[in-house]
């Protein structure tokens, strides 16, 4: 069908002229949002606490015929942050998404779980949201073009969660943050978002999805009866990071195939 029929001007996926970091960007859900985003044109900047594997990850967008750079950082600490956004718009002179991917979980129970573990968890989880989006936001607005900041959260963070206390809370707490933020920076033509997947497939966690008698007491549960992939939360964060998702912020997307839907399995 020809677009040119259309009566009025469709929004797409194209991302070509947009510069993007995404943090976390070397493994996992990550790293499936930096390659949907450089195929569909965005110049990426990746990073995670090593820059061998920032470097990896960079050379396969360039073989894929697109461009990257990989950023060591470590998103819990504010100057690092503060770095990542300073160097990405000295190389590429803007910054228009912003992807808050990072996190880490701590699995313990309540009365087992130490300061140490309470401190990296929120950290990772919570606070790098706070001024990956704050850091992000004040280059956005001196742009004066707008921008989408999506914060990567979980269905951890929308019920309770055993022996994943500290997790759920500062999952919890980023949802919120991502409504703050929305309301703030709406003034500014800044969209900010947050997915919150159920079980997503992943390199990291393939092993224990796959064994059988943890796979089929968790799939009882879950409507669809599979677990996610990579590829659909990218797809997603793409939805998010496009032209096709100027209307929506402060908004928070469960991807969990139906996990938090309730009722009888």
């Known amino acids: 069908m020809n677009a040119e029929k259309l009566p009025f001007a469709m929004p797409s996926f194209d991302l070509n002229g947009k510069v993007a970091v995404v943090t976390g960007g070397t493994k996992g859900l990550g790293y499936g949002i930096v390659m949907v985003f ?23 967008v360039a073989a894929m015929g697109g461009e990257a750079m990989g950023i060591k950082a470590d998103v819990q600490n504010v100057e690092e ?14 910054l228009d998404i912003m992807v808050n991917n990072a996190g880490v979980a701590v699995t313990r129970r309540l009365t087992d779980m130490t300061e140490a573990d309470y ?28 921008g989408k900041i999506i914060n990567m959260c979980s269905i951890g963070g929308i019920k309770g969660n055993n022996q994943l206390s500290i997790y759920g809370a500062s999952k919890a707490g980023a949802i919120n943050l991502t409504k703050s933020m929305a309301w703030e920076w709406g003034r500014y033509g800044i969209n900010v978002n947050a997915i919150c997947p159920g079980y997503v497939k992943t390199d990291l966690n393939a092993e224990q999805l796959e064994n059988p008698q943890f796979k089929d007491k968790v799939l009882k549960g879950i409507p669809l009866r599979r677990f996610g992939t990579v590829q659909e939360i990218a797809a997603l964060t793409l939805f998010l990071a496009s032209d096709c998702c100027n209307m929506l912020t402060g908004e928070y997307i469960v991807a969990d195939m139906g996990a938090t839907l309730g009722g009888n399995v």
């Open 38 to 60: 450089a195929y569909h044109g965005a110049k990426v900047v990746i990073t995670s606490r090593h820059q061998e594997d920032c470097d990896v990850v960079a050379a396969e």
């Open 81 to 94: 942050i503060q770095n990542l956004v300073d160097r990405t718009v000295e190389k590429y002179g803007r």
């Open 119 to 146: 401190e990296r968890v929120i950290d990772s989880n919570l606070k790098s949201v706070y001024f990956g989006a704050q850091i992000a936001a004040k280059q956005m607005i001196a742009q004066g073009e707008g």
